[in-house]
């Protein structure tokens, strides 16, 4: 059973900078992908951005331009840069993993589709 551990969460201020991290307790399996998720209070759980084995790299819309994922295979960690954050970001913010086939396979962006998930990590950004 992986077990993801987040770090970095925080609050800061609008159009300031947060960089979380994301490391596994063991070795992440190759092919798998890793990404974040996020859910605000009231709201469904949402992608965030998503990094497949080969170094590929996935974002939602409302982050694209902003946020950047990267990860380190020897290390089975995955971090998510965030610059100019805006009070939407605010919201428990997820680390998963699952494989979805060859290492070049695209992540799902349904939260459903992800099998092994952190605890959450808390940002807040005041206006």
């Known amino acids: 059973q992986v077990q993801l551990v987040e770090s970095g969460g925080g609050l800061v201020q609008a159009g300031g900078s947060l960089r979380l991290s994301c490391a596994a307790s063991?070795?992440?399996?190759?092919?798998?992908?890793m990404g974040w998720f996020r859910q605000a209070p009231g709201k469904e759980r949402e992608f965030v951005a998503a990094i497949n084995w080969a170094g590929t790299q996935y974002y939602g819309d409302s982050v694209k331009g902003r946020f950047s994922i990267s990860r380190d295979n020897a290390k089975s960690t995955v971090d998510l840069q965030m610059n100019n954050l805006k009070p939407e970001d605010a919201a428990v913010y997820y680390c998963?993993?699952?494989?979805?086939?060859?290492?070049?396979?695209?992540?799902?962006?349904?939260?459903?589709?992800?099998?092994?998930w952190g605890q959450g990590t808390q940002v807040a950004v005041s206006s």
């Open positions: 063991e070795r992440i399996g190759s092919a798998n992908a």
């Open positions: 998963a993993t699952n494989r979805f086939g060859s290492l070049r396979a695209i992540p799902s962006r349904d939260p459903e589709a992800w099998r092994y």
